[in-house]
């Protein structure tokens, strides 16, 4: 655990490819805590976007988003010592706690989670206290909860685990870029398991910053509509156990699913807009499909990126129009939110639940098929169907693409 | 596989380019610490800077036109170490490379600007400009816009090890046969919110010098610049082995992991190049040295360039890599308590191998070795 050295001449010519499962995983979105809860809230269309309290958003366009509970956090954990944690690193410690009451033998090699903003608003405290020159006793602790790795590292502890933590910060597409190389790390061989995912609290300066690009909607969030007019953020955290298929299945581990494929690209176009075309986009995913060994056909529902805003849906609308024949699409973040660098960890436990209850997630919100775009919405309600194999995006700000293909595994 | 060093690039307080800042090394420079101070304290720090004429024959490039100094350090970089690669390796496809970010504090210059406004005068001040270069993997998307990578472009947040754990996932990658090679780079920027955070945090002094391995230890002084290393399967160094580390929960307990490491990576034939800078770090380093390895030759940059956290291990890389090339190693600058008895002098050879530990100040650590 953590403690393997990898000398490259012992490797040379060894190239495996093994099957990767996720044998557990844990959840906390605005949908809910757990994978039950979440499961209910998809069933049931749940709008969960809320006005933010959490600071001033009186001067923003928008004035909403999709939140956790403090109250139900503080439940779970509350002592002196926790009291002193960073939102996030309560959210990690909970969903780690979850995914290792499903399989408590899980002890991963090493952690890739993706994260876009570490502990924010202790840094945001900070500065607001220098700038006040007041309230800065507190400044020590902010600023050694305030790194990316901190949530991560603290919830590995509460639970004895030290494995060396990679963490990504691709922007929005940071859960899945996380995912997609804890896949390929365990598929090479290297490893037998790789604790992955991704998490990311709502913070004051990302909220104004969405809102200045005027990406953030003071209406509701309805991706892949004609009248879309925005996103809205989010926050949680999910993690993922992955191990060698064979390795889970000689100690009988529960297995949700198997990753199957990933795939990355990057787009030169601009720091925070899109190709058009739909270029890159379209290269991740058929990278992932390609990566699986299967064919657009076979996929049988797509949790789509789909913030809502007119650019970013437009150019994946327009790569998945190309790539597939009317395959079902839905962005769940018409439910929650964009939770950044959580969202594409959140999304595969979505896309895991839906394999499992064999439901097709809902695209809430949904008024007006947008005329450029030739796509299957799942409009409104979420509906029962026979899925085996789904392919979820994440885009994000520096051009950067990751698709992963999940699928149901054969019992 | 077989992951080598292809080609580096390096800027540092101490200048730009391979040869300039190995040379200033050798003859014993260190930086100049420059006074750094802000509008929302009275309080003034010493920080060693990249010097500005540093980065006068940086190609001017749309991308770089509004970015922030990470950036344009990152991209000075890269760009040294893919000329320095092709003049070893030859031509590179650019469509079989992956680049791999390291970075701690990241673009915080601008990311200050941004908030200092919303602060001041609310949110409807804040910068659509300013925001979107505030974010983690912006240094990395402008690199990747430079050198017209389509691929795989990741960026890894850490603290000061998180240059080797950069290293690590490049070599991960580099089992895929489709990529040829992949830019390792790591990059940050000094500012003044970094020195009070970290001196609030104890672990920065108010001036240089930086002592490494002093007891008791009395602090670092932040600098900035980058560190690229280009990773084939062709090159002059060889990365022999590399430990991904682990985390440790207090301080106190650096010590542990640190001796573990070394401990794997420990060969008697190996310098150590270590990530000592003055604060608790030094300490778990020293105590593994005395244990693991108490007759290797034992070198800290971070005198002469500071500690530059984000772009740290990369650079004590580009060191071991240079150590390895001229058989030589510089003089350790301030050393207070020996580790063993072997701090470089000028006229030492180094041996055939070289071990870069790397602790960071904010719990994790890792190491790797490299031959020749």
Avoid at chain 1, 23 to 51: H, M, Q, W, Y
Avoid at chain 1, 86 to 92: D, G, I, S, V
Avoid at chain 1, 191 to 204: K, M
Wanted: charged share 20%; with cysteine; glycine share 8%.
């Amino acid at each position: 655990m953590g403690t393997e050295v990898v000398r490259f001449n012992d490797l040379r010519g060894k190239r495996a490819s093994v099957r990767v499962a996720v044998v557990s995983a844990g959840v906390i979105s605005p949908l809910g805590f757990g994978l039950d809860e979440t499961l209910a809230s998809l069933r049931g269309n749940k709008d969960c976007v809320s006005p933010v309290t959490r600071f001033d958003v009186e001067k923003c366009r928008c004035k909403a988003a999709g939140q956790i509970s403090d109250e139900r956090l503080n439940d779970r954990q509350n002592g002196a010592k926790t009291n002193r944690l960073h939102r996030a690193t309560r959210m990690m410690t909970a969903v780690l706690d979850e995914l290792l009451v499903t399989d408590p033998k899980y002890k991963p090699e090493l952690t890739v989670i993706g994260t876009t903003s570490g502990g924010m608003s202790f840094g945001e405290d900070y500065y607001r206290a220098l700038y006040r020159h007041a309230g800065l006793r507190h400044s020590a602790r902010w600023i050694a909860n305030y790194p990316p790795q901190k949530p991560v590292i603290d919830a590995q502890y509460a639970f004895g685990i030290s494995a060396p933590c990679q963490v990504i910060a691709n922007a929005c597409a940071s859960g899945t870029n996380a995912i997609g190389h804890a896949f390929e790390c365990v598929r090479s061989g290297k490893y037998q398991r790789v604790l992955t995912g991704g998490y990311d609290a709502i913070s004051e300066l990302v909220f104004v910053g969405f809102d200045s690009l005027q990406a953030a909607t003071p209406e509701k969030c309805r991706p892949f509509d004609r009248d879309r007019s925005g996103m809205v953020l989010g926050e949680g955290a999910a993690v993922l156990a992955l191990e060698n298929l064979e390795s889970a299945r000689a100690r009988n581990a529960p297995i949700l699913g198997e990753i199957i494929g990933y795939g990355i690209s990057t787009d030169n176009h601009h720091l925070t807009q899109p190709d058009p075309s739909g270029r890159g986009p379209r290269r991740a995913m058929e990278q992932a499909l390609q990566s699986a060994g299967r064919s657009a056909g076979e996929v049988d529902y797509i949790n789509a990126h789909g913030t809502a805003t007119t650019f970013n849906d437009a150019a994946e609308g327009r790569a998945i129009t190309e790539l597939f024949a009317k395959v079902p699409v839905s962005s769940t973040k018409s439910m929650i939110g964009h939770s950044l660098g959580a969202a594409g960890a959140i999304e595969a436990v979505i896309c895991l639940a839906a394999l499992k209850a064999q439901l097709l997630p809902s695209n809430i919100n949904f008024r007006n098929p947008d005329p450029d775009l030739d796509l299957n919405i799942v409009a409104n309600e979420s509906r029962e169907a026979k899925i085996d194999i789904v392919l979820s995006n994440s885009f994000g700000f520096g051009g950067t693409n990751a698709s992963i293909l999940i699928q149901k595994l054969a019992a | 596989m077989n992951l080598r060093i292809a080609g580096m690039g390096w800027v540092t307080p101490l200048g730009r380019g391979i040869d300039v800042v190995w040379d200033r090394l050798i003859r014993g420079d260190e930086a100049l610490a420059q006074p750094i101070s802000d509008s929302v304290s009275d309080k003034t720090y010493s920080a060693f800077r990249v010097p500005p004429d540093a980065l006068k024959n940086l190609l001017p490039h749309p991308r770089l036109r509004r970015a922030s100094a990470i950036s344009r350090f990152a991209a000075a970089a890269g760009l040294d170490a893919l000329d320095g690669a092709r003049s070893t390796i030859g031509e590179i496809d650019v469509q079989r490379m992956a680049l791999v970010f390291a970075v701690s504090n990241g673009g915080v210059i601008y990311t200050k600007r941004f908030y200092h406004n919303v602060v001041e005068s609310g949110a409807q001040s804040a910068s659509p400009l300013l925001f979107p270069e505030t974010v983690f993997n912006a240094p990395a998307s402008h690199l990747a816009a430079i050198l017209g990578i389509e691929g795989a472009s990741y960026t890894l947040v850490g603290d000061g090890a998180v240059g080797v754990l950069a290293i690590k996932m490049a070599s991960d990658l580099l089992d895929n046969e489709a990529l040829d090679c992949c830019l390792v780079v790591g990059a940050e920027e000094a500012d003044w919110l970094l020195c009070d955070a970290y001196r609030k945090w104890r672990l920065l002094k108010s001036e240089p010098p930086i002592e490494p391995f002093h007891e008791p230890p009395r602090g670092m002084i932040l600098s900035e610049g980058a560190g690229a290393v280009l990773l084939a399967r062709r090159g002059t160094v060889q990365i022999d082995a590399i430990d991904a580390g682990g985390n440790f929960s207090q301080r106190h307990k650096a010590n542990e992991i640190v001796r573990r490491i070394l401990h794997d990576l420990a060969d008697e034939d190996a310098c150590v190049i270590a990530s000592a800078n003055g604060t608790f770090i030094d300490l778990a380093e020293r105590e593994a040295i005395e244990n693991e390895l108490p007759r290797g030759i034992v070198y800290s940059p971070k005198p002469a360039l500071g500690e530059s956290v984000g772009a740290s291990a990369v650079w004590q890389v580009i060191v071991a890599a240079q150590a390895l090339q001229t058989k030589r190693l510089p003089q350790m600058l301030h050393s207070g308590r020996q580790v063993g008895p072997n701090f470089p002098k000028n006229d030492r050879t180094v041996g055939k191998k070289a071990i870069i530990l790397s602790c960071g100040v904010n719990q994790q650590a890792a190491g790797l070795r490299l031959s020749i």
